[in-house]
Nanobody, 118 residues
């Protein structure tokens, strides 16, 4: 089991920045993939970024060059640095963890709201 707690959301003006944090209840070194997803108003949940325990990253085309995912293993925390924010980035952002074993175990946080508006 992995509990994930997101923080850092809020209201920001277009062009601004925010850093989201995802604190895990156990060592993230043993978690194969950590990721960020988002769900905007009346939209389906979509991938934002992923980070493997081998430090391979993957980003949605819509956020490439603006968002950056990183980790602090000592704090069991994954970050999503968001800059040049746009109104269309408004969404609830969810942290995700996947552990590959005989099957894939998937865990989700409860989400943090990000609103980009002037």
């Amino acid at each position: 089991q992995v509990q994930l707690v997101e923080s850092g959301g809020g209201l920001v003006q277009p062009g601004g920045s925010l850093r989201l944090s995802c604190a895990a209840s156990r060592s993230i070194v043993s978690i194969n993939v950590m990721g960020w997803y988002r769900q905007g108003p009346e939209k389906q949940r979509e991938l934002v970024a992923t980070l493997t325990n081998g430090d391979t990253t993957n980003y949605a085309d819509s956020v490439k060059g603006r968002f950056s995912v990183s980790r602090d293993n000592a704090k069991n925390t994954v970050y999503l640095q968001m800059s040049s924010l746009k109104p269309e980035d408004t969404a609830v952002y969810y942290c995700n963890a996947r552990i590959f074993s005989s099957t894939v175990f998937t865990f989700w946080g409860r989400g943090t709201q990000v609103t980009v508006s002037s």
